[in-house]
């Protein structure tokens, strides 16, 4: 279970650009860091319309079709995956490992009506970012009818309540405007304009903050 926190000042990764690039966080910027939260074992959330589970390799072929749909493509990058047995490789270097090493990683979403996939959401642990990041992607036939935002909140939840992060990253490209009002539908705030260490590509980074009760 994620346990109660302490405030740690965190190192920045060399090369970072942006207020993560300082040798020490600014005290704004600290995060609330959780005790290591367990291994993810079966774990399933729900909401109005979608169930939320742990990727499998049975769901190979689903990761296929989105890592080569036009969104994935234009606005997260192309990981070169054209086989089910790429997508498995995938699968096990990417989320599963995630969720062996975090205890959190993406998460396919399917419809509660009918079981079928619509998307990918879950929260992602980088090494330039002291918290988690948001992120998510949909096929392109069910974007435009709110299980974004849907899938969404219940990460956000999920990382509050069960992993007790306070604070939760996103990052989008300039152009992705979807996905920006989808931030700002949720309650992510802009916070800077943000490049990776190995990569100058300028991207805008968000935060949410979970309201202190």
């Known amino acids: 279970m994620g346990g109660e926190g302490t405030l740690t000042r965190i190192r920045g990764r060399t090369g970072a650009t942006g207020k993560f ?5 600014n005290h704004k910027y600290l995060a609330y860091l959780p005790l290591p939260t367990p291994l993810m074992m079966d774990l399933t959330l729900h909401t109005p319309r979608l169930r939320l589970r ?5 769901d190979a072929e689903f990761i296929l079709g989105l ?3 036009p969104g994935w493509l234009t606005y997260i990058g192309d990981r070169q995956v054209r086989t089910a047995e790429a997508a498995k490789a995938y ?8 969720y062996r090493e975090n205890g959190f ?3 396919i979403a399917v419809r509660q009506s009918d079981g079928k996939p619509v998307g990918v959401c879950g929260l992602l642990r980088r090494s330039d ?17 709110g299980y974004g935002t849907e899938m969404a909140r219940a990460m956000l939840q999920d990382g509050r309540t ?5 604070t939760i990253f996103a990052i989008t490209m300039p152009e992705n405007h979807r996905s920006i009002r989808l931030l700002g539908k949720i309650g992510f705030k802009f916070l800077e304009h943000f490049s990776f260490a190995d990569n100058p590509e300028v991207l805008l980074l968000y935060e949410y ?4 009760i």
């Open 21 to 25: 690039a300082d040798s020490t966080l």
């Open 54 to 58: 742990e990727l499998v390799f049975d």
């Open 67 to 69: 890592l080569n749909s």
């Open 209 to 212: 903050r979970h309201p202190v």
């Open 105 to 107: 990683g993406l998460m």
């Open 162 to 166: 069960r992993l007790g992060y306070q």
């Open 91 to 98: 699968l096990e270097q990417g989320p599963i490992r995630s």
């Open 129 to 145: 970012l002291p918290c988690p990041d948001l992120g998510f992607a949909l096929l392109p036939e069910f974007a435009g009818m």
